[in-house]
C-alpha cells in the first residue's frame, strides 16, 4: 500500500514521544510493517533495533529492499510472517501498528488490499492478544486507527491491562472532524493526555504543527 499522511504523522509522533519522554527503547516490533515507512522514520530517530513483520511477500520484498538501502540497515531486520505465528522468543520495550481500518466494510476482490485494509488477516482482538504477549511490562504500545474505532479499541485493551496514557485526534482542515487517533498504550493505569492535530489550515496550507512534525521527513515543507 501507498505511504500515507496519516502513516508519516503516526510514525512522526511515535519518534517525539518517545524522544520527549526520554523512554528507553532497546527494540521494537513493527506489526504489518508494508514498505517498510514506520520503522525507516524510527530508525531515523532513535538508536534501537526494529524487528519489522510483514505477511504480505511482495510488500515484505518491497520493505525488505528500503531496508537495505537504507543507513540504519544493520538495526532493521524483516520477516516474512504471520504475526499470529510468530516466536521471537524475546518481548519488546516498544510496539508499532498501522493495522487493517476498514473492519466489516465492503470488501475488495483482491486478497492482499483486504489484507491491507480491512481485518480479513488479523482482527483488532486478535493484534490486542499479539500485543499483550509480545509487549514487555513496562513497554509501550503504539497504534493509529480511524476515529469511530477508538472507543471500542480502548475498551477491549483495558480487558488485557493495556491502558491508554496519550491520545492524538488528526482531522484534515478546522472544518473536518477527526478521521484518525493515535493512541499510545502502557500497562500502568493512569490519566490520559489527549489532544489534537489538524494537517491544513482555512487557505489549504500544511499548519504549524503539522510542519513541526514532518520537517525532518519531509522534502518540501
Known sequence: MKVTTDGCLFGAYVVERITNYKLQITNCLDIGTGTGLLSLMLAQKIDTHIDAIEIDAAAYSQAKENFDLSPWKNRLSIFNADILQFDPGKKYDCIITNPPFFEDDLRSTDKNKNNAKHDTALTLKQL????????????????????????????????????????????????????????????????????????????????????????????HL
Open 128 to 219: 490486542l492478544a499479539v500485543v499483550n504477549e509480545h509487549l514487555k511490562e513496562d513497554g509501550v504500545f503504539f497504534v493509529l486507527l480511524p476515529y469511530p474505532r477508538v472507543n471500542y479499541f480502548i475498551e477491549i485493551a483495558a480487558a488485557l491491562d493495556l491502558h491508554l496514557s496519550a491520545q492524538l485526534n488528526i482531522r484534515q482542515t478546522p472544518t473536518h472532524n477527526y478521521f484518525r487517533s493515535i493512541l499510545s498504550f502502557t500497562g500502568k493505569a493512569s490519566t490520559a493526555t489527549i489532544t489534537e492535530l489538524t494537517i491544513k489550515d482555512s487557505g489549504n496550507s500544511y499548519t504549524a504543527e503539522f510542519s513541526d512534525l514532518l520537517k525532518d521527513y519531509y522534502l
